[in-house]
């Protein structure tokens, strides 16, 4: 089956089912189901609804497969419509990479939990077409609001569909892509996709700890990243003559007074903080 008929098969799936505002929760290809060659469909829709709506009222866990997980819902956030379209994201990318999502990741819950908040996704393989690459990052978009819906992800396929131009430009991708891809046909189902109970009550009780594994990871920042932020040298920071003062949001100067001797470690506060300021507006 061609990759257009894959996702206008799915695309218009999803949108059916946000038709009738119903969410999955737990949309992962290994819910997707064949019947024939030409016919697919997105399948396990009432139990995964309902067991994340008991979770949800009962424990404050998750069921699903985490790589599929949007990020607001590993912060302790509802499912939603978008949630669902960020799970048809990753869908998207193995689509295209002809590789199960699983397989670009290897740490544990926790720090992949922290990292697909931090903004990990999977790597998009060079030779995707440009309009394809597009709709992918809409739909895995950190801002579940800047996500497309299930209606305009079918109606942007179904203009695909309908573009000599486009539909060439992704011919001439398929070919030249065919020599990333790597199917694994003796991967069982249940090792990839089988959904299990994720329980993040534990993060959120413990909140500063989980905050403080964050900002660690961002305060692990190199010497250079901070000179290639601050427009000062290696060689200045690492004599520690740097003026706090000229770091500030929207814009630092060059300036350095010798006389300060601000500490290192204060800049890489100063680099973490303005970094979680921006992010959270």
Known sequence: MKWEKKLDLLALDLQLIHSYNIIHCDLHSGNIFQNDIYNAYIGDLGFATSINKTLDEKSGGIYGVLPYIAPEVLQGKPFT??????????????????????????????????????????????????????????????????????????????????????LASFSKSDKEMIKYFAFDFNVKDESVYGSKFINFTSYQHNRSNFTNEIISNRYNVTNEIISNRYNVTNEIISNNNIDIGSIKKGGVTNEVNSNNNIDI?????????INIEEESQ
């Open 81 to 166: 419509k978008a949630t669902d379209i960020y799970s048809f994201g990753m869908i998207m990318w193995e689509i295209s990479s002809g590789r199960v999502v699983t397989s670009e990741y290897e740490n544990n819950d926790l720090n992949l939990a922290i990292e697909i908040c931090e903004g990990l996704r999977p790597t998009i393989l060079e030779g995707t077409t440009s309009c394809y690459v597009d709709l992918l990052k809409k739909c895995w978009n950190k801002d579940p609001e800047e996500r497309p819906s299930a209606l305009e992800i079918y109606e942007t396929i179904t203009n695909w569909k309908n573009d000599e131009e486009i």
């Open 265 to 273: 470690e204060l800049v890489k506060r100063e680099f973490v903080a």
